[in-house]
Nanobody
Framework: QVQLVESGGGLVQAGGSLRLSCVASGRTLSAYAMGWFRQAPGKEREFVAT????????AYHDSVKGRFTISRSNAKNTVYLQMNSLKPEDTAVYYC????????????????????WGQGTRVTVSS
């Protein structure tokens, strides 16, 4: 069992930056590919970014490429999402997710690939 707790959300003006953190407990994070998803009001949860177990592979939704960066510290059992040049359309609740995998390079972009989810942290970008 893995427990995930996100933090770092808040209110920011368009063009600003935030860094989200996701701290895991219960199991070592190095056994999991990690992802960030988001859900805006009235919309379905969507993929944002993913990183492989050792951090050598990443993938991003097209809408955040060049603006968001996912990273991880297995020593700290933490995953990060650095968000720059934020836009009002980035407003959403952001969720961290962990997907157990035996592959060192696997990255996952769909909800069903993940086994554990955090409770989310809210990001609001004002125009």
């Amino acid at each position: 069992q893995v427990q995930l707790v996100e933090s770092g959300g808040g209110l920011v003006q368009a063009g600003g930056s935030l860094r989200l953190s996701c701290v895991a407990s219960g199991r070592t994070l190095s056994a999991y590919a990690m992802g960030w998803f988001r859900q805006a009001p009235g919309k379905e949860r969507e993929f944002v970014a993913t990183i492989s177990r050792m951090g050598f592979s990443t993938a991003y939704h097209d809408s955040v490429k060049g603006r968001f960066t996912i990273s991880r510290s297995n020593a700290k059992n933490t995953v990060y999402l650095q968000m720059n040049s934020l836009k009002p359309e980035d407003t959403a609740v952001y969720y961290c997710a962990a997907g157990r995998t035996n592959s060192g390079n696997a990255v996952y972009t769909t909800n069903s690939d993940y086994d554990y989810w955090g409770q989310g942290t809210r990001v609001t970008v004002s125009s």
